[in-house]
């Protein structure tokens, strides 16, 4: 077999080929004109890995990115054509938790400040005189593997650790000795330092802004080592100008490469060009790992971080198949009206005909619906049970032959909430049908929303008007009724299907009229 390495991925993962394949290092002409040739490609971020490039592939079989993401790879095209795409997702945490550290201690020290100022002729011990790490609170936003190698590695220097992340169990942050946040308030309130690792997602752009830096305390430092999206510049720019924040130290930028910026040449700033992967180590142990799950790919072994690899075995295909697109669904729904109780546990219970199978795909796929998004790395149906191990997230299976009503059901648990869903008819249609406690009947489309409301008339007009009124247009709604053997609460709940999703503010709306008591929105 041959295998083409189209960018540099260091010498080690290059050897390692070498032992198992024909390997070719860079790309002498166009790629395209070569691709045909090979079993396997490896990149890392330059090269595109296009429909287009794949159609001209037909002996592919799998894609290495030697790196954390697969951006630059059209996953769909390579999964239709079935071609295996795996990753390094493990590749730079330690060296981006390293280089946390190297700022938190240039903006504790004013290194690089001092550093300019002797080499450019002063003396100024006095200006540059800096603040101890030992005994302050370093607040960390977003405690996955890389916010846990920065609270492990801050504790080594005397520092208490309080960090907050919904999606990472209690027992994780007891066995670490780190304390638990229940909220990103807590944090703000207590921290000197602040740092941030969070998953880049539209729900986390722009969380450390104006709002956030008010409830800090005054004088607290932040850092952002992860994306640059979720700081807005400008609201850090004012409040280092009101002095409410005395520092800041940046990897990151919206938009990059950039050279021009209005933080930069700020005297309490300690900006570096996105260094938090670049280190001889990184690019050496990413292109190792790849190397290994390309030859896993290629000679029949585990690929345990490809992105797209079917979990269902074939013989349990045509069973369970259908259920995996509702079991994603129902463990994101569950999860959001668990919210804001923290993911510290999901159970799954498989009900019916589908228990005499292997249901662990189903599991797998619940977890991939309530941690996708919620988490720093990419979550797909390989790592998720590894994911949800090293969270601390409580993960529970049970299956049984009866279904009550239906052929066959699944119920996902989470916080103690409950959702309950089916497939329907020949196209297998997922149906959801337990939430709040309630039950209905309902198709699950791409948008929907969930509310709990007390029992009075009116209420579906009220939605209606109100969802009309933002220019949001109901495709389908159903209200729930108390099973007869559950005592009622004088609640209801109505779940509608919308054109797009609805917004926050839509549904904060509703909860500030008279009677309505929760209000949900899930985009699947």
């Excluded at 991925?9 to 070498?18: K, P, T």
């Excluded at 807590?186 to 539209?202: R, S």
């Excluded at 995996?324 to 993911?343: N, Q, V």
């Excluded at 309530?370 to 997230?393: D, K, Q, Y």
Aim: charged share 25%.
């Amino acid at each position: 077999m041959r295998v083409l390495v189209a960018e540099n991925i260091g010498d080690s993962g290059v050897e390692l080929l070498r032992q198992h394949f024909d390997v070719d290092v860079g790309v002498n002409g166009e790629i395209a004109e070569r691709i045909g040739d090979y079993d396997g490609l490896i990149v890392r971020s330059a090269t595109k890995v296009t429909a287009d490039l794949i159609d001209r592939a037909p002996n592919l079989k799998v894609i290495g990115r030697a790196g954390v993401g697969v951006d630059n790879v059209d996953v769909p095209a390579a999964t239709k054509r079935g071609i295996i795409v795996a990753n390094a997702p493990q590749s730079n945490v330690v060296t981006a938790a390293e280089h946390t550290l190297a700022l938190l201690l240039a903006l504790a020290r004013n290194v690089p400040q001092a550093h300019a100022s002797l080499i450019s002729g002063k003396w100024e011990r006095s200006k540059f005189s800096g603040v101890e790490l030992m005994d302050k609170t370093l607040g960390v936003l977003g405690f996955g593997r890389i916010g846990q190698l920065v609270a492990q590695r801050a504790q080594g220097f005397g520092m208490r650790v309080l960090a907050f992340d919904p999606y990472v169990g209690p027992d994780r942050y007891r066995e670490m000795g780190v304390d638990r946040a229940e909220t990103s308030d807590e944090v703000y309130a207590q921290a000197d330092f602040l740092t941030i690792h969070l998953p880049n997602t539209p729900e986390t752009k722009g969380w450390l802004d104006a709002d956030a830096f008010a409830r800090c305390k005054d004088g607290v430092r932040v850092l952002n080592v992860a994306r640059g999206g979720l700081l807005v510049s400008e609201d850090l720019k004012a409040a280092l100008d009101s002095g409410k924040v005395a520092g800041a130290a940046l990897d990151v930028f919206e938009s990059e490469p950039i050279t021009e910026h209005p933080l930069f040449g700020y005297p309490n700033v300690v900006v570096t060009p996105h260094l938090g992967a670049s280190t001889a180590e990184a690019t050496d142990r990413a292109g190792v790992q790849t190397a290994e799950q390309v030859i896993a790919a290629l000679t029949g072994g585990s690929v345990t971080t490809a992105v797209n690899v079917p979990a269902v075995a074939a013989e349990d295909l045509e069973v369970l198949g259908p259920f995996l697109p509702l079991c994603r669904a129902l463990g994101r729904l569950a999860t959001t009206l668990a919210e804001p109780a923290p993911l510290d546990g999901l159970e799954i219970e498989c009900l019916g005909r589908i228990a005499e199978r292997d249901t662990r795909p189903l599991g797998v796929a619940a977890l991939v619906g309530a941690l996708a998004g919620r988490t720093e790395e990419e979550v797909n149906g390989v790592n998720a049970p590894h994911v949800a191990e090293e969270r601390g997230i409580a993960f529970v299976e049970s299956r049984r032959s009866a279904a009550r009503d239906f052929t066959d059901l699944v119920r996902v648990t989470v916080s103690g909430r409950r959702v309950v869903g089916t497939v329907l008819g020949r196209r297998h249609r997922a149906h959801l049908l337990e939430a709040w406690g309630q039950r209905f009947n309902v198709q699950l489309e791409d948008h929907l929303a969930l509310f709990r409301y007390r029992d009075v008339p009116g209420m579906i007009g009220r939605v209606g008007t109100t969802l009309g009124g933002h220019g949001i247009n109901i495709g389908s709604a159903a209200v729930g009724h108390q099973p007869d053997d559950e005592p009622g609460d004088g609640h209801a709940v109505m779940v509608v299907t919308t054109d797009q999703a609805v917004p926050q503010a839509v549904l904060d709306e509703l909860l500030g009229s008279e009677d309505f008591v929760e209000a949900k929105a899930v985009s699947l």
